[in-house]
């Protein structure tokens, strides 16, 4: 379903990435744990298809989801036409039903801005779920998020990806969130950094 063989990311002389090596099947979930700046988003990203300057080959499923740090909501919609907008093949009833399996059945004409923090971030996960997607990629989502709300976002999370079947790439450098998300823990290591499998 995915197959990583990256051997090389450089930015100008830096080389960021090393050798990372990766295959992943339908409905698996891997969490990859490192410090802050070792070049876990990077790996993302490149997984994604948004950075294309690379040494390796990435072979990648055709529906990909990408969850970012923030919510990255379109100030000027409504949570309706935040969805739908990303979603040009979805209609109303399923952004519904998108938002009332996050807990914001009643919100579908609010905007952004009259949202809390929380709801902000479940409408964000709304979007990444809306569809059916092959891959998901969390791109530390949890950041910043008091422990209350982190404890909701990452068992509405879990939810859905159990709901949906969905494979997951998930990267974080908190590694409490592996168990809750059900993933397989990966590890990245050195400078460059190399992505490290724990048998």
């Not at 294309?52 to 990648?60: H, W």
């Not at 059945?105 to 929380?118: E, I």
Request: aromatic share 6%; hydrophobic share 35%; with cysteine.
């Amino acid at each position: 379903m995915l197959e990583i063989d990256l051997l090389n990311k450089t930015f100008g002389k830096q080389q960021i990435l090393g050798s990372c090596q990766l295959k992943l099947q339908s409905g698996e979930r891997v969490s990859i744990l490192g410090p802050s700046g070792i070049g876990k988003s990077t790996l993302l990203r490149i997984v994604a298809g948004l950075d294309t300057n690379y040494d390796g080959n990435v072979n990648r499923p055709e529906r990909i989801a990408f969850m970012f740090q923030g919510p990255n909501l379109l100030e000027w919609r409504n949570c309706y036409q935040n969805l739908l907008i990303f979603h040009p093949n979805a209609n109303k009833e399923q952004a519904q039903a998108a938002l009332h399996q996050v807990g914001l059945g009643d919100k579908g004409m609010h905007y952004p801005r009259q949202l809390s923090l929380g709801q902000q971030r479940r409408l964000a996960l709304a979007r990444t779920f809306l569809s059916k997607t092959d891959l998901v990629l969390l791109d530390e989502p949890f950041t910043s998020l008091d422990p209350k709300l982190k404890a909701e976002m990452l068992a509405l999370t879990r939810s859905l990806l159990d709901r949906s079947g969905t494979s997951m790439i998930h990267v974080t450098h908190d590694a409490t969130e592996v168990d809750t998300l059900g993933s397989k823990a990966l590890e990245m290591h050195g400078n460059p950094a190399e992505l490290q499998h724990n048998e």
